[in-house]
Structures are given as structure tokens and as C-alpha cells.
């Protein structure tokens, strides 16, 4: 079982930065792949960010490449998302998501485990 918690979301201007956080539980968190989802007022949850158990691979949505940087550090049980150049349609709660497999997935299905969200709003 793991339980992931998210923090560093807030209110920012357009073109600035926020950093995201996820803190997980359990003694297995390095083996897994983690994933960070958002979802806006009124659409669907969607793929924003994912690496691999190692952080050796990532891979983004096309709406964030090269504007947010997803990595971990195994030894913290933490894994983050640097988010730069941020845009009001960045606007979403954000979800961290882990699977017990350590390679990248990027549906919500392929996804054990979820965080409770932390709120992302970008003013223009």
C-alpha cells in the first residue's frame, strides 16, 4: 500500500514558477513508476508528466514539453514537478499517481495509487 500527499500548489502570475511535490509512503516507493495527472473546472482528468522507477525516463504531454521538468529522489520518497513558464490553461488541481510497475504509463487506469490533489491557479 502507499499513500502519496502532494504539496507546493498556490497562486501564481502567468510566466511564473510553482515546484510540486509528492511525499510517499511505503517501503517499496523506489520500485515504482509515478505519473502527475491534472484536471481543470469542468474537463477530464489528463496526463501531464511521468518517470520511470530509476528517474532515468520521463516523458510529458505535448502542452508542457519543455516547460515542466517531472524527477525523484528515492532516497526521500519524493518525486516533483517543476513547473516554469506556467500559463492560466495550466489551471487544475494536480494529481500524483504511483503504479507497482517501474515503467512509464500514461492513462489514469494504469494508475494504483493517487494523491488527494493540490490546487494549481495561474492568473493571467
Known amino acids: 500500500q502507499v499513500q502519496l500527499v502532494e504539496s507546493g500548489g498556490g497562486l501564481v502570475q502567468a510566466g511564473g514558477s510553482l515546484r510540486l511535490s509528492c511525499a510517499a509512503s511505503g517501503r517499496t516507493f523506489s520500485s515504482y513508476a509515478m505519473g502527475w495527472f491534472r484536471q481543470a473546472p469542468g474537463k477530464e482528468r489528463e496526463f501531464v508528466a511521468a518517470?520511470?522507477?530509476?528517474?532515468?525516463?520521463?516523458y510529458y504531454a505535448d502542452s508542457v514539453k519543455g516547460r515542466f521538468t517531472i524527477s525523484r529522489d528515492n532516497a526521500k520518497n519524493t518525486v516533483y514537478l517543476q513547473m516554469n513558464s506556467l500559463k492560466p490553461e495550466d489551471t487544475a488541481v494536480y494529481y500524483c499517481?504511483?503504479?507497482?510497475?517501474?515503467?512509464?504509463?500514461?492513462?489514469?487506469?494504469?494508475?494504483?495509487?493517487w494523491g488527494q490533489g493540490t490546487q494549481v491557479t495561474v492568473s493571467s
Open positions: 518517470i520511470t522507477w530509476s528517474g532515468g525516463n520521463t
Open positions: 499517481a504511483a503504479r507497482p510497475v517501474g515503467i512509464i504509463a500514461t492513462t489514469q487506469s494504469e494508475y494504483d495509487y
